[in-house]
Each structure stands twice: as C-alpha cells, then as structure tokens.
C-alpha cells in the first residue's frame, strides 16, 4: 500500500520534472519515487564518490596528455632554437637592415600560416604520429623481401 503525500515544488524544478517525465514517458510520481530512493540509499554516498572517482581518472588522463602534449612543444621549440642559433652566422652590418626588413616580412608570412593551420585545426602532434608511423611503415616495406 502507498501513503499519498503532497508538497509544493518551485516552478522552474517542476517544469524540469514535467518536461524528464514527458520525453522519458513515464509518471512524474515515479520519477520523484527515484529520486527520493537514491536520495536516501545507503549507498549514494557511495555512488557519489564512484562518479567523483571516475570524473578525476578522466581528468587525470586528460592532464597527464596535455603535459605530454607540452613537453613535445616545449622540445620541439628547443632544438629548432639551439639549431637556429648553432648553424645561422652573425650578418655584417651593411646587411642588418635588409635583413630586417625580410625578417618582418617571414614573421608576417609565419603569422598568416600559423592561423590557417589553427582555423583548420591541424596539430603538430598529429603530424608528428603520422611521420613516425610512415617511418615505420617505410621501414618495414625495406626488410620485408
């Protein structure tokens, strides 16, 4: 047997029941008869926590690619430097300001590049997955006979 009991709910959240119950085509008596059950289970506390768990793993992961994902950028701008400064010669002064000038130029050409790449939604970790693994690829077709 079912004991009736009547209370009063805020519009805004009786709105969000009327509209569950009608996509899900269930009684909203059985909707809030849930609620109350989990709400009261001696497990939500655990279940609660399980979905916190799960949340931070996935965040966790999420954290640990973003940091490889710097690390590979931080490298990659890291011997593009030492290898720019190693092979590129000092320039006589007579050749400063037209080298300047080309640089202004280049900086602006790097600048419209770098935002088509990034409208396109191109990364380099992307490109750097497929080089490695034509490589490989190329590598095995090679000792294959």
Same mark, same amino acid.
């Not at 506390?45 to 609660?48: G, I, V």
């Given at each position: 047997m079912r004991t009736k009991h009547t209370f $009063? +709910? /805020? /519009?805004d959240l009786a709105g969000k029941l009327a509209d569950y119950a009608a996509r899900? $085509? #269930?009684?909203? @008596? +059985? !909707? #809030? =008869? @849930?609620a109350i059950a989990s709400y009261l289970s001696p497990d939500a @506390? *655990? $279940?609660?926590e399980a979905a916190l768990a799960r949340r931070l793993d996935r965040m966790t992961r999420d954290m640990e690619r973003i940091e490889r994902h710097v690390t590979i950028s931080n490298e990659a701008l890291a011997v593009f430097v030492r290898f720019w400064l190693i092979s590129t010669p000092p320039l006589p002064d007579t050749a400063l300001v037209a080298a300047q000038t080309k640089g202004r130029e280049r900086y602006e050409g790097y600048i419209e590049a770098l935002g088509r790449r990034l409208a396109r939604g191109r990364k380099?970790? *992307? =490109? !750097?997955?497929r080089d490695v693994d034509g490589s490989v690829r190329a590598e095995a077709d090679e000792k294959s006979p």
């Open positions: $009063r +709910l /805020p /519009p899900k $085509r #269930v009684p909203q @008596a +059985l !909707i #809030v =008869e @849930a @506390a *655990d $279940r609660l380099l970790s *992307d =490109e !750097i997955v």
